[in-house]
């Protein structure tokens, strides 16, 4: 079945960096569009950054443009989020997530538009 798993968080100082990694399985990865979310305690799910299936487009929340870079390895059937000049505020639980039917690149953000979602790897930020 389709499976995502994500890794590579863990506690890190403000200025740090961060690659996470979301394995898939199950499915034909070059096929899709994939994205990363995160969520901060007491708040809502947020969109990260979007892929489409080639890697030509790409998209960022306002927040992380010019700190996160996300990227694929199709063959290896691998999502990454290279993460730079961490801040606090990007504490939380992230997330990979496969589109499901209803979804366009031009509300990449939209948690609900998400049918899959890995199980979570968490990034703390903090000195």
């Known amino acids: 079945q389709l499976q995502l798993v994500e890794s590579g968080g863990e506690l890190v100082q403000p200025g740090g960096s961060l690659r996470l990694s979301c394995a898939a399985s199950g499915f034909t990865f070059d096929f899709y569009a994939i994205s990363w979310f995160r969520q901060a305690p007491g708040r809502e799910r947020e969109g990260v950054a979007y892929?489409?299936?080639?890697?030509?487009?790409?998209s960022y929340a306002d927040s992380v443009k010019g700190r996160f870079t996300i990227s694929r390895d199709n063959p290896g059937n691998t999502l990454y989020l290279q993460m730079n000049n961490l801040k606090p505020e990007d504490t939380g639980v992230y997330y990979c997530?496969?589109?499901?039917?209803?979804?366009?690149?031009?509300?990449?953000?939209?948690?609900?538009?998400?049918?899959?979602w890995g199980q979570g790897t968490q990034v703390t930020v903090s000195s």
């Open positions: 892929i489409s299936s080639s890697g030509v487009g790409i």
């Open positions: 997530a496969l589109p499901g039917y209803q979804w366009t690149s031009s509300r990449w953000d939209e948690s609900n538009l998400y049918d899959t």
